[in-house]
T-cell receptor, first 113, second 114 residues
Framework: GAGVSQSPSNKVTEKGKDVELRCDPI?????LYWYRQSLGQGLEFLIY????????KSGLPSDRFSAERTGGSVSTLTIQRTQQEDSAVYLCASSPQGSDTQYFGPGTRLTVL | AQSVTQLGSHVSVSEGALVLLRCNYSSSVPPYLFWYVQYPNQGLQLLLKYTTGATLVKGINGFEAEFKKSETSFHLTKPSAHMSDAAEYFCAVSGGTGFQKLVFGTGTRLLVSP
């Protein structure tokens, strides 16, 4: 079946602009996670969604970062007023309810000039 | 709190040689441990995982790992390296089932020479 998909695959933006990154999880998966992979920080957890519960935002690095998940499916990660240090690969993962395994998408490579 | 340490940012082996990638963890709860592989410009693919039960776990592509609680280790091995194994490998820990974030190590890049 279809895996986790993310769009765009690459995004180049100018410092100060807002960007939106999209994640389509595997159908039926109730949990959705966002991670960031950067040279300086490695792989970091950002946020997760569990069904209709309030998201765990404990990994978001600043209030410029936000995410939403509509209808328990698609998620959008928004970065406002982008900075050069936001340049990274943003990875999305999803997981079925009660599972310990996360399935990752191919990522979105964000470059902030 | 949980953390993972991967010793060696780069490991080089010859084709056919043993692969050993080291991972040590710290966890305040019984850990769930994972190895993921990342090929260039791709996402993370699960190689294997330890949750409970048998401490020697086998994964895809001939890889296996052994959970050693006394050593807080979960090293990844493969008896004979193949050129296609060249990739970056990440060890990760979580606190169990349900909605648990993964805490990753810094990764080890495996280089395989002919």
């Amino acid at each position: 079946g279809a895996g986790v998909s993310q769009s765009p695959s690459n995004k180049v933006t100018e410092k100060g602009k807002d960007v939106e990154l999209r994640c389509d999880p595997i159908s039926g998966h109730t949990a959705l996670y966002w991670y960031r992979q950067s040279l300086g920080q490695g792989l970091e957890f950002l946020i997760y969604f569990q069904g209709n519960s309030a998201p765990d935002k404990s990994g978001l690095p600043s209030d410029r970062f936000s995410a939403e998940r509509t209808g328990g499916s698609v998620s959008t990660l928004t970065i406002q007023r982008t900075q050069q240090e936001d340049s990274a690969v943003y990875l999305c993962a999803s997981s079925p309810q009660g599972s310990d395994t996360q399935y990752f998408g191919p990522g979105t490579r964000l470059t902030v000039l | 709190a949980q953390s993972v340490t991967q010793l060696g940012s780069h490991v080089s082996v010859s084709e056919g040689a043993l692969v050993l990638l080291r991972c040590n963890y710290s966890s305040s709860v019984p850990p769930y441990l994972f190895w993921y592989v990342q090929y260039p410009n791709q996402g993370l693919q699960l190689l294997l995982k330890y949750t409970t039960g048998a401490t020697l776990v086998k994964g895809i592509n001939g890889f296996e790992a052994e959970f050693k609680k006394s050593e807080t280790s979960f090293h990844l091995t493969k008896p004979s390296a193949h050129m296609s194994d060249a990739a970056e490998y990440f060890c990760a820990v979580s606190g169990g089932t349900g909605f648990q974030k993964l805490v990753f190590g810094t990764g080890t890049r495996l280089l395989v020479s002919p």
